[in-house]
């Protein structure tokens, strides 16, 4: 059993009521590999932003848990190195789900766990979510569950239609269940093509696809049951259309590809949204700058040739996101 905070990790409970307070979002970025982790804890230290470090279960499988606990355990004390005194960094799972995965989590260091039972009946995602909660608090590791569905596929995570959250269930499951916080869908879904050509219009001037906005209004209902209560917004990276142009003149193919617009995440992220879901913007972002390198620097076959630009171009991203959308800069200091 290893206890997180022997790592130096913190859960969300602070996190989530600090930025419930003052009108921000907590960024929660995926990783699968050094690069990633590297721009993720510069990004952070940079601008003292609390960070989560997100593992999805394919993650698990790619890189190797126990690699990826160590990776996170480094983070702390590389993000030290860089000058901050005192990291806020949690690790969580993301879209765990069994009970059995999450009780690995947490019996390995994490010190939050997502359990996604969106796509089972209210009463069994009732039933897992509580069990989670009840062998994860005894860890004060905090739980994250989800209800609604969100459209978009990805390797783990299918669903063909998004069904948002109904308001009138919310206070039912979070008072059953013990959850710290709840993912909710309002429109937002996985990967770089978010919402179908016709669902969308077009700009004029550019051709490009201009998403459906969010449900705002189902946002508010749902602030309006549960006052204060931590919200989570998955399925929000904006594919920066730059990004798109990059990959698509390299010799990738990424047609009509969309994402959330960031005003609209800017919006959200000072309401009740506290923690924001953020994975396919730093895959384009890594794509787009290798790609290039490839495209202009054949002859280079030193990977941190490559691997360093991409890194370099994750890790402006992120910035970006931390400063100009969600507001999270300066909250850990
Ligand atoms: O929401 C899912 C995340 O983007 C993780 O994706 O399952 O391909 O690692 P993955
Ligand atoms: P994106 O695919 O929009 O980056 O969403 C990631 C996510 O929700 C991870 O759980
Ligand atoms: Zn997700």
Known sequence: MVNYKDLGLVN??????????????????????????????????ETKSPVILQVSKGARNYANQTLLRYMAEGAVEYAKELGWAKPQICLHLDHGDSFELCKSCVDMGFSSVMIDGSSLPYDENVALTKKVCEYAHQHDVTVEGELGVLAGVEDE?????????????????????????????????????????????????TGKLVPPPLAFD????????LPGFPIVLHGSSSVPQDEVDTINKFGGKLPDAVGIPEEQLRKAAKSAVCKINIDSDSRLAMTAAIRQTFAEKPGEFDPRKYLGPARDNMKKMYMHKIINVLGSNGKAE
Request: charged share 25%.
């Open 12 to 45: 969300t409970k602070d996190m989530f009521a600090k930025a419930v307070k003052g009108g921000y979002a907590v960024p929660a970025f995926n990783f699968n590999n050094m690069e990633q982790l590297q721009a993720i804890i510069m990004a952070a230290a």
């Open 157 to 205: 995570v299918q669903a063909e239609e998004s069904h948002y959250t109904k308001p009138e269930e919310v206070i039912d499951f979070t008072s059953k269940t013990g959850v710290d916080s709840l993912a909710i869908s309002i429109g937002t879904s996985h990967g770089a093509y978010k919402f179908k050509p016709e669902q969308c219009t077009r700009d004029p001037k």
């Open 218 to 225: 189902v946002l508010a209902e749902i602030e309006k049951k």
